[in-house]
């Protein structure tokens, strides 16, 4: 799990749990914030409904308003990357949070976790998917809405798998093939190199 601050979490139950499938358009989002009377909920939500036209809006209107900073000396360009991470932070999870809510959030979760879904934990079985959830919601989901959780999981766990393979399959292919006359060379003598 990494938080959303990019520190490591600390002994707290982050209330915001982001399952974040690198080569798909879902994603899955945990609500356990404390405040919550019916307990935790999972979303199934996509960059579509996340990223809209006013999420790209306030992006660029805030990009504007950082890049352009006449009284700034040169240097202050160099901290311009930082900035707009920060903003696009916190402008994606403040669209998640309304998307899940409904509504405009007056406060955002103090605690974000963000698990990326790549390399190891795509071989993951169910028994650990629903201690993975267990754990992201600090125990408090009842069994069916666990398993319910392990399901959209694993069908996304599936979707991204077999995307990870179409390109891998297509990287070779192109490792292979002529383009433009040229081929990638593989291996060079080091002692034939001028």
């Known amino acids: 799990m990494i938080p959303l601050s990019g520190g490591p979490i600390s002994g707290e139950q982050a209330g915001f749990s982001i399952c974040v499938f690198p080569h798909l358009t879902e994603f899955l989002v945990i609500d356990a914030r404390p405040n919550k009377q019916d307990g935790p909920d999972l979303y199934v939500l996509t960059t579509d409904q996340v990223l809209d036209e006013l999420f790209y809006s306030n992006i660029e209107d805030e990009f504007r308003s950082l890049l352009r900073q006449p009284d700034q000396p040169l240097s202050y360009l160099i901290n311009v990357p930082q900035q707009l991470e920060a903003i696009l932070r916190h402008r994606a999870l403040n669209s998640i949070v309304s998307a899940v809510s409904g509504e ?16 190891e934990i795509l071989n993951v079985p169910a028994k650990q998917v629903s201690e993975i959830f267990e754990q992201l919601t600090g125990k408090e989901a009842n069994g069916e809405i666990v398993e319910e959780w392990v399901y959209e999981f694993e069908r996304l766990q599936k979707l991204e798998r077999l ?8 990287q070779r292919i192109e490792a292979v093939t002529q383009k433009d006359g040229e081929f990638y060379t593989l291996w060079e003598n080091p002692s034939q190199k001028k």
Do not use: F, H, Y
């Not at 405009?104 to 390399?119: D, F, H, K, R, Y």
């Not at 995307?163 to 297509?170: L, T």
């Open 104 to 119: 405009s959030p007056t406060n955002l979760p103090e605690q974000v976790a963000v698990l990326i879904c790549a390399g």
């Open 163 to 170: 995307r990870v393979k179409d390109e891998m399959e297509d």
